[in-house]
Every structure is written in C-alpha cells, then in structure tokens.
C-alpha cells in the first residue's frame, strides 16, 4: 500500500463545472496536507494546505480534511480550462517532520 | 524576490560518467529538499536537509546518489556513475523550516538529465 494515494485519473470535467480530487494516506499521526498544482512540464507548485479537520476555502479552492477517515480532497468550483494539470497531494509525515510524502498526482482536463 | 533556481536547466550524459547537480534555495530558508520525477510520474523523495545536516537520507536510490549543502545555502546532488535508470527530472525545493507546522514547499524549476 502506498503511503499516500490518488487516483491517477485522467479526470475530466466540462468549463464550469466542480472538480473533486482525492487523496487517502496511511500515516495516522500525519499532520498537515498540502495540494500542489504541477502544469505539464513545469514544476509544483502551492495552491493549498490543511491541518485541522474540515473545509478550508480559498476562492474557487476548497480543501477537505477528514483524519478519522484519513482523507484529504480538493474541490475546484467553476472549473476552468486553465486549472488543466496534474494536481498533487502531499502529506507531512508526523514520525518524520521535514519530509512530504507525495501521491503520484491526479489528471485533470477541463474542457470548455 | 528571486525564487528556487537549479542548474543546468538539461543535462545529458553518458553512462558511467558523474553528474553534479545545484540547486540555490530561496534567501532564508533553511530547509532544502530534492526529489525524482520520472516522466508521467509522482514525485520521489530523495532526501531533505535542515541548515547543513541532513537528518533523513533514506530516500537516496544506492549509494551512487550523495547530497552536501554548505552555508545553509546551496546544495549539491552529486549521481556517480551514471545508470540509464537515472534519467528524470530533478526537483528542488525550499521551504522556511522543517519546524514549522506549514511545511510549503517551493520548487525550482528542475534539471532533466539524460543519461545515454
């Protein structure tokens, strides 16, 4: 079992739409989760993290935390074919502070 | 303010010959990392330094891989003789401290080596 998971897609939504990404990891004791954008053939970058259990909002950017179910997703409201790109899930490992285990990355084409 | 930034940009390679390759963090981060991207893959940690030690070298393929950082600055990922199998794309990344609670990351913009 891989430490962090998503689903390898390719995900496809029409313009406008609402995108949800998810990612599942194995380490309980994890403590913060980070979603990172990564355009074909650039690098990752930040665009949002989440500690506490809940939803964290950021513009059309909705992060969702649940721990007791070990679960962590990503919500893009009104999908734009500019959010096309590999999105990234990754964990910071409680036993291990310092190092983020990353999920292989989920495709998302949004279609317009 | 000036980002992550990586050289070379490409790199190609023989096989059986070494590679140096540099990454300059962001000025007051103290924490440097390096991953692996393969082509179509997730990111593979390779290993993470706080200031200049290197707390956490499990992620170093064999022991052909070797990393240094000085100064809390600038590191070094140092490939020995280079196998096929190295070919990928190189990830730098920053961030202000292992210590905080937020780890965000910065990447540089990586060094894609081919190894021939």
């Known amino acids: 079992q891989k430490e962090v998971e998503q689903n390898s897609g390719p995900l496809s939504v029409p313009e406008g739409a609402i995108a949800s990404l998810n990612c599942t990891y194995s380490d309980r004791g994890s403590q913060s989760f980070f979603w990172y954008r990564q355009y074909s053939g650039k690098s990752p970058e930040l665009i949002m993290f989440?500690?506490?259990?809940g939803d964290k909002e950021d513009g059309r950017f909705t992060a969702q935390l649940n721990k007791a179910s070990q679960y962590v997703s990503l919500l893009i409201r009104d999908s734009q074919p500019s959010d096309s790109a590999t999105y990234l899930c990754?964990?910071?490992?409680?036993?291990?502070?310092?190092?983020?285990?990353f999920g292989d990355g989920t495709t998302l084409t949004v279609k317009p | 303010g000036a980002g992550v930034s990586q050289s070379p940009s490409n790199k190609v390679t023989e096989k059986g010959k070494d590679v140096e390759l540099r990454c300059d963090p962001i000025s007051g981060h103290t924490a440097l990392y390096w991953y692996r991207q393969s082509l179509g893959q997730g990111l593979e940690f390779l290993i993470y330094?706080?200031?200049?030690?290197?707390?956490?070298k499990s992620g170093l393929p064999s022991d052909r891989f070797s990393a240094e950082r000085t100064g809390g600055s600038v590191s070094t990922l140092t490939i020995q003789r280079t196998q096929q199998e190295d070919s990928a794309v190189y990830l730098c990344a920053s961030s202000l401290s292992v210590a905080r609670r937020y780890n965000e990351q910065f990447f540089g913009p990586g060094t894609r080596l081919t190894v021939l």
């Open positions: 330094f706080q200031g200049n030690s290197a707390p956490d």
């Open positions: 989440i500690y506490s259990n």
């Open positions: 990754a964990v910071d490992q409680n036993t291990n502070a310092g190092k983020s285990t």
